[in-house]
């Protein structure tokens, strides 16, 4: 008897009106997607080894025996994401600090895979189950089956896998298309981890689309009219897809508010003058004892501006090369000379630890990136009650073209630039041993630098991270199913 | 008869359980929206005012607008702060950003995108069933046996559910522009007020045009269940499929660097520059002529690279505005963010307005030299434009693609209405 009744509903939904729609819609959209997202690669990588060569280029004939100014240079250059035919990638932090971008973005959303899956799928999931209850009722159909011996629970289950064996027939079909472009294109290629990614990103989709399908069926359970269940399914679909994610980082950022970098970077700096004062403060009332303690003697290097030692802290600035001079000769010809000086040179030290303990115990940087993480944190929690958040979070990271990935890549991009920081090193100690001479403006030769090459993150990693969200994405679906059962079995069938 | 068509129209909408539903989805959506904006709104004037102080000479930042509230668009890249350097413009300092990365991932929900996405889903929803729902029920048999016409019949038909969908939208926006105003943080001109005016006007415009694309579809079909899907289907097309595809097809057709190529280059042409540099002896005793023309040159050929890239970008954002004229989304987009002064054609006049000021400085020093030292160079001043500006910049066509619209779309449900088979 499941058999049938799921029979019936698949054939029931393939003939309907919106089946054709829906096939039809996903199979351009995906096709038109994908094509033009590929030639859209292929430009990507086109750029991508663009400036790969500008940047060879630089480092090959501008690149000078200073290592501040190489690092400076050197610009680790992420590649098109493998999945950009089908996802687009979030721009990077980077991004954002150009004067001159692309507006268009920003306005309107570009449109990729996770758009088909998330707006047209999960419309068209509940486009399918609106009616599966409440339009049988009306129609008078639910009263005649429910009066054979059937349970309700294989109605129920029959509806639940006919309809959503119909329902993924146009996704598989668009996707399978999509599939064979990707497979046939030269510019594509993919290894066997990005086929198995492309595999689970499937099954990702599958689950977020009967998870619609099912919150259809909970409301058409709990409808008695199938205008009223639409309208109700819409509701619930608008809160879903278009409000609650997007509400929700607004709504974190006001439930926990975290200073801005630039008030930071001023709370940095008040914290950093404030240790020069102590410091000060400090060498002041130990010059006042110096005074008392030596006398003349102490006058004698005061008026050698101290020898440099610790000039800064007393007098603001640095000696000049005269008194440290006199200083230095001073402090060899006469040892009570030397004795308190270097008694000096201990009270400067004791001033720079005091300046360094400050600074080093400055919380602000520390505290604004461990607020911004519990803010992120909260608003990724807060939008975890919308499935299309979750669905998100886990196509993005599983095809490395989300947050995660970015993490990713700054991540091998520090690595990178320590080991290049190495290599500049002993390229300069090598250097400057062959030729003392060398001045930081001299030209050196890194033709034989490690290269940069970016290595995407082992899928076993990404999908520890994203087995919790899918994890919701389950549950949402036993949720939604367990309410459609409970709904149904008190369902009035007349 | 056509008030009394209106009348029944309104009564009927007023006591349905879509209108319950629509009314309360979209006060809820609209105040939440004005709320948070405002907000979001109070930590950008917030940073500006961190900006402001810390900003040394040289350094530019304009305030955040008000009217970002309701239409946010690129204020945000707008009032980043920005310095003129020998290559190109930069940002002046990394600090501006969000370190909440989830921002990225989602679309800000302020006023401009309730109206367009989920107001215009509600505008479709009014309709769907307005006239093949009546022609199921039996109504319009009998309402068209009496001495009424059908076009005084559609036309009170239109007009009976637009009043019945706009009041609760007009309602919830005048509630939530009363608390915005009445907050000490907003401070609106008589200009921002005839800007919000207009952008209301705008958003009334678009939404009939989706009451009147509904009332088509409606008129259009026979049955109620075949309406809504096909209204539901060609609202997605409308909203998201060709704004966002025509986006990214507008790319296949202009070529653009990455930004990252861009400031590649520039730094190239900067290693270069001071390659060149270390070629001209300091000793010899034109050096600082030499070095003036070289910095000059190497100025030149930055602001060429820029001015390059920005002709990109305008060819892109006029092909893109080509192809997705097939849609009032777009248009309602880039003109409701022009008038709000949050659009791309804002942005493209404080980038002109940042170049000028650029070329006006490096002629003062370098072709005139009638300055020695940075600060004695004038101030950066920039004012948003006015209404009469929008209009000129193309406001007035994306504002006349709305008006077509909704000619269009109603005049097809008015023919469409006269053929209809009502039995």
């Known amino acids: 008897m499941l058999k049938t009744i799921i029979a019936k509903e698949f054939l029931n939904n393939i003939l309907n009106l919106r089946f054709m729609i829906g096939l039809v819609l996903c199979l351009l959209v995906t096709v038109a997607c994908i094509m033009i997202l590929a030639h859209d690669y292929r430009q990507e990588i086109k750029d991508y080894h663009a400036r790969m060569n500008i940047q060879d280029e630089t480092l090959d004939n501008y690149a000078v025996a200073n290592k501040y100014r190489l690092i400076r240079m050197l610009r680790p250059q992420k590649p098109p994401e493998r999945f950009r035919p089908l996802i687009i990638g979030i721009p990077g932090n980077e991004d954002l600090g150009f004067f001159d971008y692309n507006p268009l973005p920003v306005l309107f959303p570009p449109l990729d895979f996770l758009f088909i899956v998330t707006i047209i799928m999960s419309l068209l999931a509940m486009l399918f189950s609106y009616d599966a209850i409440a339009g049988e009722r009306q129609s008078g159909t639910l009263r005649l089956v429910i009066s054979n011996s059937i349970s309700r629970t294989k109605v129920l289950f029959g509806k639940f896998i006919g309809g959503s064996a119909s329902l993924l027939i146009p996704f598989i079909l668009a996707l399978l298309v999509g599939v064979l472009y990707v497979s046939v294109n030269p510019a594509i290629q993919w290894d066997s981890s990005a086929w198995a990614e492309l595999a689970l990103l499937t099954a990702a989709s599958i689950t977020f689309i009967t998870l619609f399908y099912l919150l ?131 009270e400067v030290e004791k001033a720079r630890d005091e300046l360094m303990r400050i600074r080093r115990a400055n919380p602000v940087w520390d505290d604004l990136h461990r607020k911004a993480v519990v803010q992120t944190k909260l608003a990724k929690n807060l939008a975890c009650i919308s499935p299309f958040a979750n669905f998100v979070y886990v196509a993005r990271d599983l095809t490395g073209t989300g947050l995660r990935s970015l993490e990713y890549f700054e991540q091998t991009k520090d690595e990178y630039k320590g080991q290049f920081g190495s290599y500049v090193d002993k390229k300069i100690d090598d250097a400057r041993e062959k030729n003392p001479a060398l001045e930081e403006e001299s030209l050196l030769d890194v033709s034989d630098r490690p290269r940069f090459v970016f290595k995407e993150e082992a899928l076993k990693d990404k999908l520890t991270e994203v087995l919790p969200y899918w994890g919701i994405l389950i549950l949402f679906n036993v949720v939604f199913f367990v309410s459609a059962f409970a709904g149904f079995m008190r369902y009035d069938v007349r | ?204 415009i678009y939404l009939a045009a989706f009451f009147s694309l509904g009332l088509l579809i409606s008129c259009l079909t026979h049955r109620s269940s075949t309406s809504l899907v096909i209204s539901l289907f060609v609202w997605a097309i409308f909203v998201f499929l060709i704004p966002n595809l025509g986006n990214i097809l507008a790319r296949q057709f202009v070529e653009i660097p990455t930004v990252q190529q861009l400031e590649l280059k520039r730094g190239q042409i900067m290693n270069r520059a001071r390659f060149e540099l270390k070629r001209i002896p300091k000793t010899q005793p034109d050096f600082e002529k030499r070095l003036k023309a070289l910095e000059f040159r190497t100025i030149k050929e930055g602001d060429q690279l820029d001015e390059d890239y920005r002709n990109r970008i305008n060819s892109l954002v006029k092909v893109s505005q080509s192809i997705t004229g097939f849609s009032p989304a777009p248009a309602f987009t880039l003109l409701a963010t022009d008038i709000m002064g949050t659009g791309v054609a804002e942005e493209r006049r404080l980038k002109k307005a940042a170049q000028d000021y650029k070329d006006f400085c490096v002629h003062l020093y370098y072709i005139d030299e009638s300055v020695d030292e940075e600060s004695e160079l004038p101030d950066f001043h920039y004012q948003r434009s006015s209404v009469k500006e929008i209009l000129g910049q193309g406001g007035l066509s994306n504002c006349l693609i709305l008006i077509l619209f909704n000619i269009l779309f109603f005049t097809g449900a008015y023919v469409a209405f006269l053929r209809y088979d009502v039995r």
Not at chain 2, 62 to 83: M, Q
Request: glycine fraction near 6%.
């Open chain 1, 216 to 346: 259809g069926l909970m409301v058409s359970t709990f409808s008695r009219y199938s205008a009223v269940s639409i309208l109700n399914c819409l509701f619930l679909w608008v809160l879903l897809i278009l409000v609650i994610p997007n509400v929700c980082p607004y709504i974190s950022a006001q439930l926990y508010r975290i200073p801005s970098i630039k008030e930071t970077e001023r709370r940095d700096r008040e914290i950093e003058r404030h240790s020069i004062e102590v410091a000060r403060e400090y060498m002041k009332e130990s010059v006042k004892e110096f005074k008392l303690k030596y006398g003349g003697l102490f006058s004698e290097f005061e008026s050698m501006e101290f020898g440099g030692i610790g000039g800064w802290f007393v007098l603001g600035r640095d000696a000049g090369p005269e008194h440290q001079k006199a200083a230095q000769q001073r402090e060899n010809a006469d040892p009570e000379f030397k004795a308190m000086v270097d008694a000096f040179r201990e």
């Open chain 2, 1 to 204: 008869m056509l008030k009394s068509i209106i009348r029944k129209e309104i009564l009927s909408n007023l006591l349905s359980y879509k209108f319950s539903i629509i009314t309360i989805l979209s006060t809820i959506l609209i105040l939440v929206s004005i709320f948070v904006m405002y907000r979001d709104y109070c930590l950008a004037l917030e940073n500006h005012d961190i900006l402001r102080k810390e900003s040394s000479r040289g350094v530019e930042v304009i305030p955040p607008t008000p009217l970002g509230i309701f239409a946010k668009g690129l204020d945000e890249n707008l009032c980043r702060s920005w310095e003129l350097q020998g290559v190109g413009v930069e940002i002046s300092s990394e600090g501006q950003k969000s370190l909440n990365n989830l921002f990225k991932l989602f679309t800000v929900p302020d006023l401009l995108y309730v109206i367009k996405v989920i107001l215009s889903l509600c505008a479709m929803l009014f309709t769907f069933d307005i006239i093949c729902g009546e022609k199921e029920t039996g109504t319009l048999r009998q309402t068209i046996s009496n001495n009424v016409k059908r076009p005084i019949l559609i036309i009170g038909k239109w007009i009976g559910g637009f009043i019945s969908f706009i009041l609760p939208f007009f309602m919830a926006v005048l509630l939530g522009t009363i608390f915005v105003t009445l907050s000490p943080m907003v401070d609106m001109n008589a200009q921002d007020w005839a800007k919000l005016g207009l952008f209301l006007l705008i958003s009334v």
